[in-house]
């Protein structure tokens, strides 16, 4: 039995087939915002509004709005993830459900009673906000003219040694070599139609804690500073399984299964800088730019397994683990923003938020990454976020709120520009005393990815379409 441990993994090897690629520079350096409920219910269109936590999110100059010191909480934010993935002309749908408490904010505001100064308060805040929620679930299944073994043939018979993926393949019998030549391979499942089923499931998310500084000058000028600290924890886990189409045993193979798990975890650091502007009464304008995120150090768990059904009931099965370290730089954000009062009663907002993925950059100290980095030049483009919303007064406590998100694909080479696009509507309410306050809001979110289960050489992807409901709600006292 050709049965190997492989414990032991050389970087030459592990850059090619784990997590440190350009796509997941990009995951990284997505963000698709979760806050505090009243935040979500208008659009996040906040930027020039402020007078909330989560705005701190848009534009840093947020905090120079609150005329008192304030604690909020968002306990319960519930999503409902829906997806429908296509694959060679066969769907399967999939349902996730996850609670998570997105959001935790403290802001002091102190009044200046200086003589001849017309600076009226200074601002600290201190909290957490999501950055992005990376709970997602999905299945594919379908018939594909390839398997995920073709790739690993083809690299094993142009190459001396053995990728540790083929290493697994061959342990397995998923390869094997010619009889009578030792140095070429073959495999049972080259060049038939493959009976494909995958498992994919992500958890985790990125957040970011939260320290700003902000001053009102004179009720026009508002000014803010933050220093942002990600935090990365994603685990990604996947499993796919291949048998041959016609049901035959592809010699004496009944079907052979493929498992990867990876978590990614660090932290990172980033600065902010904004300001809004209100020339008139009923209306202000933001500006605000975020540095790049510095991860200095991304840890990689990796696990990845292979195992194979006979026909004699007999099982093979061949692993190995790996722990590496990565150095990550996300994009600069630039963010523009306008709003406008009405009668102190309500307001109406838009928002521009502009990020250019193709800056995002690995690194580490025994590795170049040049290939990957040239990869996500080639790959990823401008990032255009857009977030309209409004809130409207009902009386002296009661409040409604509605709002539009739109992000365009930036995608470089997508055919389709709907993948990789998103659309977000929202609604919510609010209550609000002198002292206390409690909102609610709804938010439904549509979008579309295109997952490729191995190299896209070799496979079309499956088009998935995601349907998410989420609800919030937060509760915050004033002091």
Same mark, same amino acid.
């Given at each position: 039995?050709?049965?190997?441990?492989?414990?032991?993994?050389?970087?030459?090897?592990?850059?090619?087939?784990?997590?440190?690629?350009?796509?997941?520079?990009?995951?990284?350096?997505?963000?698709?915002?979760?806050?505090?409920?009243?935040?979500?219910?208008?659009?996040?269109?906040?930027?020039?509004?402020?007078?909330?936590?989560?705005?701190?999110?848009?534009?840093?100059?947020?905090?120079?709005?609150?005329?008192?010191?304030?604690?909020?909480?968002?306990?319960?934010?519930?999503?409902?993830?829906?997806?429908?993935?296509?694959?060679?002309?066969?769907?399967?749908?999939?349902?996730?459900?996850?609670?998570?408490?997105?959001?935790?904010?403290?802001?002091?505001?102190?009044?200046?009673?200086?003589?001849?100064?017309?600076?009226?308060?200074?601002?600290?805040?201190?909290?957490?906000?999501?950055?992005?929620?990376?709970?997602?679930?999905?299945?594919?299944?379908?018939?594909?003219?390839?398997?995920?073994?073709?790739?690993?043939?083809?690299?094993?018979?142009?190459?001396?040694?053995?990728?540790?993926?083929?290493?697994?393949?061959?342990?397995?019998?998923?390869?094997?070599?010619?009889?009578?030549?030792?140095?070429?391979?073959?495999?049972?499942?080259?060049?038939?139609?493959?009976?494909?089923?995958?498992?994919?499931?992500?958890?985790?998310?990125?957040?970011?804690?939260?320290?700003?500084?902000?001053?009102?000058?004179?009720?026009?000028?508002?000014?803010?500073?933050?220093?942002?600290?990600?935090?990365?924890?994603?685990?990604?886990?996947?499993?796919?399984?291949?048998?041959?189409?016609?049901?035959?045993?592809?010699?004496? *193979?009944?079907?052979?299964?493929?498992?990867?798990?990876?978590?990614?975890?660090? /932290? &990172?650091? !980033? +600065? %902010? @800088?904004?300001?809004?502007?209100?020339?008139?009464?009923?209306?202000?304008?933001?500006?605000?730019?975020?540095?790049?995120?510095?991860?200095?150090?991304?840890?990689?768990?990796?696990?990845?397994?292979?195992?194979?059904?006979?026909?004699?009931?007999?099982?093979?099965?061949?692993?190995?683990?790996?722990?590496?370290?990565?150095?990550?730089?996300?994009?600069?954000?630039?963010?523009?923003?306008?709003?406008?009062?009405?009668?102190?009663?309500?307001?109406?907002?838009?928002?521009?938020?502009?990020?250019?993925?193709?800056?995002?950059?690995?690194?580490?100290?025994?590795?170049?990454?040049?290939?990957?980095?040239?990869?996500?030049?080639?790959?990823?483009?401008?990032?255009?976020?857009?977030? *309209?919303?409004?809130?409207?007064?009902?009386?002296?406590?009661?409040?409604?709120? /509605? &709002?539009? !998100? +739109? %992000? @365009?694909?930036?995608?470089?080479?997508?055919?389709?520009?709907?993948?990789?696009?998103?659309?977000?509507?929202?609604?919510?309410?609010?209550?609000?005393?002198?002292?206390?306050?409690?909102?609610?809001?709804?938010?439904?979110?549509?979008?579309?990815?295109?997952?490729?289960?191995?190299?896209?050489?070799?496979?079309?992807?499956?088009?998935?379409?995601?349907?998410?409901?989420?609800?919030?709600?937060?509760?915050?006292?004033?002091?």
């Amino acid at each position: 039995m050709k049965r190997i441990l492989v414990f032991a993994l050389s970087l030459c090897f592990f850059s090619t087939m784990i997590g440190q690629n350009d796509y997941e520079a990009f995951l990284f350096s997505q963000n698709d915002y979760v806050g505090t409920a009243r935040y979500m219910g208008a659009g996040r269109a906040f930027g020039a509004v402020g007078g909330d936590f989560s705005a701190l999110l848009s534009n840093p100059a947020a905090i120079g709005l609150y005329k008192k010191s304030e604690v909020s909480f968002t306990p319960m934010s519930l999503s409902i993830l829906q997806n429908e993935a296509s694959y060679y002309g066969n769907s399967r749908n999939s349902k996730k459900m996850k609670y998570a408490v997105p959001q935790v904010g403290l802001v002091l505001s102190s009044s200046i009673n200086r003589e001849n100064s017309n600076w009226r308060y200074w601002h600290f805040g201190f909290g957490y906000n999501r950055l992005k929620d990376y709970n997602n679930s999905y299945g594919v299944e379908g018939i594909s003219p390839s398997s995920f073994s073709d790739p690993l043939l083809d690299a094993a018979n142009s190459s001396a040694s053995l990728g540790l993926d083929a290493q697994l393949a061959y342990d397995t019998w998923v390869l094997d070599t010619i009889p009578g030549n030792n140095s070429h391979y073959w495999s049972p499942f080259h060049d038939k139609d493959i009976a494909q089923n995958a498992t994919v499931k992500t958890s985790g998310a990125l957040d970011e804690i939260a320290i700003n500084f902000g001053g009102n000058y004179n009720d026009q000028l508002f000014i803010g500073a933050g220093l942002g600290i990600p935090i990365l924890d994603i685990t990604q886990h996947t499993i796919l399984n291949e048998s041959l189409a016609s049901g035959e045993a592809a010699g004496g *193979i009944t079907d052979y299964s493929v498992v990867t798990k990876q978590r990614n975890t660090g /932290a &990172g650091i !980033n +600065f %902010k @800088l904004g300001l809004i502007y209100q020339p008139v009464s009923f209306f202000r304008f933001g500006l605000s730019f975020q540095t790049p995120s510095f991860f200095w150090k991304i840890k990689d768990s990796y696990y990845r397994s292979f195992s194979s059904d006979w026909t004699d009931n007999s099982n093979e099965f061949s692993d190995y683990n790996n722990l590496y370290h990565f150095g990550l730089t996300t994009p600069l954000k630039a963010n523009f923003s306008a709003a406008f009062i009405i009668n102190k009663r309500a307001f109406v907002s838009a928002e521009y938020e502009l990020t250019d993925y193709s800056l995002a950059k690995l690194s580490a100290d025994d590795y170049s990454f040049s290939t990957e980095n040239d990869n996500i030049i080639a790959k990823y483009g401008l990032g255009h976020s857009f977030r *309209i919303g409004g809130e409207v007064a009902l009386s002296q406590m009661l409040y409604l709120r /509605a &709002g539009y !998100n +739109f %992000k @365009l694909s930036p995608y470089k080479l997508a055919d389709d520009k709907s993948v990789g696009s998103a659309h977000y509507a929202s609604a919510g309410f609010g209550i609000r005393a002198k002292r206390v306050f409690f909102d609610m809001a709804y938010v439904l979110g549509l979008s579309k990815d295109d997952i490729w289960l191995y190299n896209a050489n070799y496979v079309d992807p499956a088009r998935v379409s995601n349907t998410y409901h989420r609800v919030l709600a937060t509760i915050g006292f004033k002091f």
